[in-house]
């Protein structure tokens, strides 16, 4: 069974400050993506990860993903309210070309004071 | 943009009564998933289908079961309602095949037996 693990579970941050979410899975893939997720609101796609030593930039959030090690780090760089929210990593064991089957990680709630 | 709807926003129901959660996507998407939220435990996936009549059992399928009768309408139903299907429950699309294979999330039902 492929488990998928985030951590922190909470991590509650100063503004301007950096720090990195780390996502461990068990089993071979190399197709890993993140999610945020704002108080009552649905997931949306932040980054995809198709092979190893793919890294994604945007704003603030960087991605990365090493499929020999079976993790990836969500790094985070002088931190702004703004990215308070959960964030999840998932994990695509099989592709089969038709529906991903993604495992999600528990989610880790970014809190990010001033 | 990829809309994905979910028919209530929060619904309060009784143990035994049968549930309907509706899901609706206005992208011509193939693939279709339902997965619950709980805290602690993250994203876990209760049913999928990858074309109409077609349906495939997630990780925790007891006590659900589903219907796909057009392509863009997705529903999930709990034949007699527990208390342990208390939860958030969330629903997604993704396009067929494709490197990205993305999914794209309604912004949930939370759901309550009482």
């Known amino acids: 069974e492929l488990k998928v693990e985030q951590n922190p579970l909470f991590l509650s941050m100063q503004e301007g400050k950096n720090y990195t979410i780390y996502c461990n899975y068990s089993t071979t893939s190399d197709r890993l993506y993140w999610y945020r997720q704002d108080p009552g609101k649905s997931l949306e796609s932040l980054f995809v990860l198709l092979s190893n030593g793919a890294v994604k930039q945007e704003g603030r959030l960087m991605a990365s993903l090493d499929t020999k090690a079976r993790l990836s780090t969500l790094h985070i760089t002088a931190a702004v309210h703004d990215l308070s929210a959960t964030y999840f990593c998932?994990?695509?064991?099989?592709?089969?070309?038709?529906?991903?089957?993604?495992?999600f990680g528990t989610g880790t709630r970014l809190q990010v004071t001033l | 943009d990829v809309k994905v709807t979910q028919s209530s926003r929060y619904l309060v129901k009784r143990t035994g009564e049968k549930v309907f959660l509706e899901c609706v996507q206005d992208?011509?998407?193939?693939?279709m998933f339902w997965y619950r939220q709980d805290p602690g435990l993250g994203l876990r996936l209760i049913y999928f289908s990858y074309d109409v009549k077609m349906k495939e059992k997630g990780d925790i399928p007891e006590g659900y079961s589903v219907s796909r009768e057009k392509k863009e309408r997705f529903s999930l139903i709990l034949e007699s309602a527990s208390t342990n299907q208390t939860s958030m429950y969330l629903c997604a699309s993704s396009p067929p095949g494709g490197l990205k294979n993305i999914q794209y999330f309604g912004a949930g039902t939370r759901l309550s037996v009482l």
């Open positions: 992208m011509d998407h193939e693939n």
């Open positions: 998932a994990v695509d064991p099989i592709y089969t070309g038709t529906a991903s089957k993604l495992t």
